[in-house]
C-alpha cells in the first residue's frame, strides 16, 4: 500500500483527490489536512463521504510532523503556499505531488512575472517534472517532485500538441478560448462565485492575463521547438464542472480532416484518457472522469484547424490527473482508481 | 458471470443501468435493446461510453431471440410495455427485474384505476416481488420478478417505513410533498422538457393523481397494518438528478428527536445504502450514488414529524436498485458493482 | 414626485427596489445608501444600471442627514436594523417602508422569541400596518409605518388566506411546503450559496424553526378568527427567483373545486396582482413580475385542498410590493411602476 | 397607433417580440399567428401573459387575408418561410420585419450555398435593408422590407464594426468564438435540448459552418471595403438567454487601450443600446434588454485585439431590435417600448 497525504483537502480540488484516493485499491489515506476545517471531520465538510470516511482534517503543522510516515504528499494549495511543504517532504524522501502552480514553469523569473512572487525554492524547479503523463510518461516515473498541470493547460496543451509536435500551424497564430464551469474558482465565499452571481450568465474573465498562459507556452514551444506566445482567453460557465477549449491555429500547408484525424489517432493510440473523437466534444461526456475528448475541424475557407477538447476540471484537470501520477510514480497500473467512466446526465 | 440483457437501455434510467452492469465484476452484457437507437453503438447514443462499450443496439424481436442467452432480464420501459417480454422471459427460466411500473401494484384492478389499462398478466402478480432491499430482502432472494420500485416511492417508503412499523403516525395525516431532478421525466423530445422550460422554475405536478401514489400506500399499508390514503405532490425542480422527499406525520404520541433518531438508527442499522444523519439531507449528497440519506426533525409546536429523504433518482430510484435487487437474486455481495460514493460537486 | 431613499440598495431586494422606483412615474430617487460600496458609484456594484442611474452610494449617516429631504424611506437590512432609523424617519414625518422583519411581528416577545433579540422600538408596533395589500389596503393607505411582508409569507398568506377567511379548513391540518431560489438567501460572501454548493441540488433548511412562521401564522390567525400553529418548511432551489408554496389542509367539508375556484376568484377579484388559475402555478409565469398565480387542487381521496401559489421572491415577496404600498400610501395608481410582464423564458 | 401582425408568434423570438409590442404605447397588436398553436389563446402556450393578452393564435392563412388591417407584419419563421409573406404584405404596401433569414444576405447565390435552398424571391433583396440600427441608420427609416439581423451577427458585427471601419485589424485574422443561451435554439420539441442534455455541459456546434457566418462577413466586408472569411465558432451554454461573442483580431498597428476605447465610445456615441464599457461584458447585465455590452482588451504580448459584446439574444438579438427597427421606420422615438433595464439576478 502507499500511504499519502493530502494537504488542502477540503477545496474542491482536494476534496476530488480525496474521491480518488478512497477507492484506490493500491492507497492508504494517513492524513488529510485542512486550515479551514482543522480538528473536524472530513465528512462534515463534505457529507457525501458520512460512513466511508473517519478522518478528522489535521493542520499543517501536524501534516508536516506526519511526513514521515508517508510515501507521497498531495499539495492542493493556492500558489506560492508549496514551496517549504514540498522542500520539507522531499528532504525526508517523501515523493511530492503539487496540484498548484508553483513548479510549474521552468524559468523562476517567468514565475514572478505572472504570480507577482518570488519562487521560494528556484533550486527544486530542476528537478520538478510537468506531470501530463501524455507529454512526460518517462520523466514522471522517475521524478521525486510532480507539477501537477493546471486545469486549462491539461486542456489546452492535449489539444494542440500533435499540431505543434510537427509545426503543423503558425504558432503565432495560435488562439485558445477556453470555457470552464464554476469549482475552477474553488470552495472559498466570494460573491462573484455565488449562484445568483454565476446562473443564467457566461463572462470572460482574466483576458490576456491569465496565469495559465505561460504554462501552454512553455509546454508547447518544448514540443515545437521554437518559443511563441498564443493568445488565452478563459471564460466563466454556469454549471459544475468541465473545461471545453476551442483552440483556433493557421494550417502551415493543407492537410485533409482525414489524415489529420489519423495523424492524432496515433499521436494518442496508447493513451488511455485520451479519446480522439470524429463528433465535436461535450463536456457532459467526459464529466466524472479521467478522460479528455478531442475533435478536429477544418476550416478549408480561412485556411485553419479547429481543435476542441473537453475535460472535467477537477479530474482530468486536478485530482485524477496527481493520481494518474502517482500511478506512474509508484509503478502502479495507469489506470488504477481511475477507471470510472462519465456519468450522464 | 452473471450473464444479462436490458430492454430499453437508451432512456436514462436504462443508460444508468448499463453503467452499473458496466463496471459490476460479475455481470457480462449479453445484449442492449433500444427502440429509437436499433442498429446503431450504444455509445452513439451516449458518447461518454465511447471506446469502453461496443455493444450495438439491437431491437425488442431479437433481444426476445436471445433470451435463452441470459441469466436475468432487465426492461426499462413505459408502463404496459413489460407483460409479454416478462412472461417469455420467465417461461425461459430467465429472470425478471423490471423498472417499470407493471408489476408494482398487488392489485390489477388498481392498476387499471391509476393506469387506465387492463393489466396484462395478473397471474404474475402474486409472484413478483416489490424490490425494495430495505423491505423485503428475504423474497427478493428467492424472486424470479422483481417489480423494482418507483423514484418517488423509493425516497416515500424509506422516509416513512419506520414510522408505519410502529404506528408512530396518525396514517391520514400524511403528506409526502417531493421535488425530482429532470431526468425523472425520460429521455424523449418533448417542450416541457426542454432546458428553456425548466430552468429557473419549479412547479408542482400531478397533484393528487400522481401514479406513484398507490404505491407508496401499498406499501405502507402493509407495513402498518392497516390500509390508509396519502396525499402525495410531486414537483419538477432544474437540476438533472436527484429526489428530495419532505414527509409530514402527526404524532400519535410525543418522542424525543433523541429516540426517534435512535429508532430510525436501529431500523436500519444494517443497511449499507441507507444512512439515517443529524442533520438535513440534500440532494447533492447521495448524487451519483445508491445512498438515500434520512433526515428527522420534530416540530413540537405542531405534533408533527418531518421526515426528509434524498436520493438519486436514476440510481436508488431506479438502476441502483436494480443492481441491488439482482445482486441479492444471486447471491452475490449486495454492494457489487454499487460501491460508488456520491461526487460533489 | 415623490422622492424616495433607499437604506441598503445593494442587496438584492434593496437592487430590486431602485429597479423599479426607477422605471416609476412619480418618483426621484434622492438617495440610495449601502454599507459595502459607499462612495461607489450603484451601477459598478450593478452594471446593468450603467449609464442609467448616476448615483453614489451613501453611508447610513449620511442618509440619515438627508432624511428632511425624502417623503418616504425604504429600509432593506437584516432585522434587527431598523429601529433607529425607522424612530428618526417618522419623527422627520418621512414615511417608511421595512423591507425587513422588524415591525412584521404585533407582539414584541414573538419577535423576541423567534429572532432571539429585544424588540427595539416596540412602542411604534401598533401603527406598523403589515403591508400585504390584498388584505390591508386600507390600513396601508393611512400608514405612515409598513412594515413590507417577507417572501414566504407572502405566498403563503395570499395561497391560504381564502381557505381561513372563510374556515373552510381544520386550523391545525395546515402544512406549508415552500420552495424558494437561491436570491432569497441575499448577496452575502457564503459558501452555502456559492454556485458549485446550490446547483444541481435540493434541500430544506430551518425545517420548523423558520422566522417567517410567526408572520404565516399571525395573519392568517387574524383572518380566521382563532389562534393556531402551522408547519413551515422551506427548500432551496437551484434557481435565481421565484417561490412555490404549497400548501395542503384537511377541508372541513366537502367542496368542488369549482365552487373553491369561484370562491378564490371572487375573494381576489379586485386585485390586479393575483391571478387565480385554473391550472398548477410555475415559478417561470411570474418571474420578473409583482404577479402572484394561484393554484387549486382538491384530493379527493384525503380530504385534503391543496393550493399552490408562485411569486417572483425578489418582487411580489419583496421590492415589488413595497412599491405597491408606496403608491397606496400617497394615492398614486396601484400599479404606477409595477406593470411589467413576466419574461419567459 | 401602427397596427401589426406577428406570423409565429409562439416561438421564443415571437413570444419576445410580442412582449415588447404589448408594452409598446404606439402599437396595436391586430393579430397572432402560429402554426402549432392555430385556435387557442395565445396565453395558454405562454401562460405569463395571462389575464394581459386575449388574443387567439390565427394560422398563416387567416393572417394573409388579415393582412390588409395592418401596418406591419413582423415574421419569425425558419428560413424558407418568408418568401411569399413577404410578397403578398409588400404588394399591399405592408411593412415588413422579417426576423428569419431569408433577406439578409444580398446575393442569392450565397444564400443558396448557406442555407441549400434556391432563394424564393431574388427581386426582393435590392430593396431588402439589413436592421442593423447601428450601421444602417437611415437605409431603415427608408425601408418596406427589413431582414431583421441574426443573433450571432448582431453581437459579432457591433464588436467588429469599429476596427473594421477603420481597418485596425487584418481582416483574416478574424476568430469570433461565441456563445448562446439554449433559448436560441427555440422552442421545438428535441431531444438535444432538453434540460438534462444541456445543463452542466458546455460544446460547439456547427464549426465552420454555421449559417451566421456569411452574415457577419457580408456585413464587415461591407464596412471594410474589401471582402474576407472569417472563423465564427458557436457554442451551447446552459443558461436560457445571452450571447456572449469574444472577438480576436491582429492589429494592423499599435494601439493603446485608451485610444482603442475613445475609438469605439466616438463610434457609438449616439447609440442608446450600445454601452462601450471599460470592463469585461458578462450577458447578465443585458439580460433582459435591448443593449449590447461591448468590452475592450489589448493583448500586447500578441498583438492581438480582443473585443467582447454581449447581448440578450432574444431581444437585442431578435425581438428588441426588430422593434427598433419598427420605430425607425415608422418614425417614432427609437426606444419606444425598448426602455427596460436589465434584471439582476
Not at 457525501?48 to 508517508?70: G, K, V, W
Request: glycine share 6%; with cysteine; hydrophobic share 40%.
Amino acid at each position: 500500500m502507499i500511504n499519502v497525504g493530502v494537504i488542502g483537502s477540503t477545496g474542491y480540488a482536494g476534496q476530488q483527490l480525496v474521491w480518488f484516493l478512497h477507492r484506490h485499491p493500491q492507497v492508504k489515506i494517513s492524513f488529510l489536512s485542512s486550515h479551514n476545517h482543522t480538528g473536524n471531520p472530513f465528512s462534515n465538510t463534505y457529507p457525501n463521504y458520512r460512513n466511508f470516511m473517519q478522518n478528522i482534517c489535521i493542520d499543517i503543522h501536524e501534516a508536516e510532523q506526519q511526513l514521515s510516515t508517508i510515501d507521497v504528499l498531495f499539495i492542493a494549495l493556492p500558489h506560492g503556499k508549496s514551496f517549504e511543504l514540498a522542500k520539507k517532504a522531499l528532504a525526508l524522501n517523501v515523493k511530492v505531488i503539487d496540484l498548484g502552480a508553483d513548479f510549474r514553469l521552468k524559468d523562476a523569473a517567468l514565475y514572478k512575472d505572472w504570480y507577482d512572487l518570488d519562487h521560494g525554492c528556484p533550486q527544486l524547479l530542476p528537478e520538478a517534472v510537468y506531470g501530463l503523463p501524455e507529454l512526460h510518461r518517462d520523466k514522471i516515473k522517475k521524478a521525486n517532485l510532480i507539477a501537477n498541470p493546471g486545469c486549462y493547460p491539461t486542456a489546452s496543451i492535449l489539444a494542440l500538441a500533435p499540431l505543434l509536435k510537427e509545426q503543423l500551424v503558425i504558432e503565432e497564430s495560435i488562439v485558445v478560448d477556453a470555457k470552464s464551469g464554476v469549482s475552477g474558482a474553488g470552495r472559498t465565499a466570494n460573491i462573484a462565485t455565488l449562484y445568483t452571481e454565476c446562473s443564467e450568465s457566461i463572462k470572460a474573465y482574466g483576458v490576456a492575463s491569465h496565469r495559465h498562459t505561460p504554462e501552454i507556452e512553455q509546454e508547447l514551444s518544448l514540443l515545437n521547438g521554437s518559443s511563441f506566445c498564443i493568445s488565452f482567453t478563459p471564460h466563466l460557465v454556469p454549471m459544475n464542472r468541465g473545461i471545453l477549449a476551442t483552440c483556433y491555429g493557421s494550417l502551415r500547408k493543407k492537410i485533409t480532416k482525414e489524415a489529420l484525424h489519423d495523424y492524432y489517432q496515433a499521436f494518442y493510440q496508447n493513451e488511455y484518457f485520451v479519446r480522439v473523437i470524429d463528433t465535436i466534444p461535450e463536456t457532459r461526456n467526459v464529466k466524472g472522469s479521467n478522460l479528455c475528448d478531442i475533435g478536429l475541424c477544418i476550416d478549408e475557407r480561412t485556411g485553419r484547424v479547429i481543435v476542441i477538447s473537453a475535460i472535467d476540471n477537477l479530474i482530468k484537470g486536478a485530482a485524477g490527473q496527481a493520481v494518474h501520477n502517482m500511478n506512474l510514480m509508484f509503478e502502479l497500473e495507469e489506470i488504477a482508481g481511475l477507471d470510472v467512466l462519465p456519468m450522464i446526465p
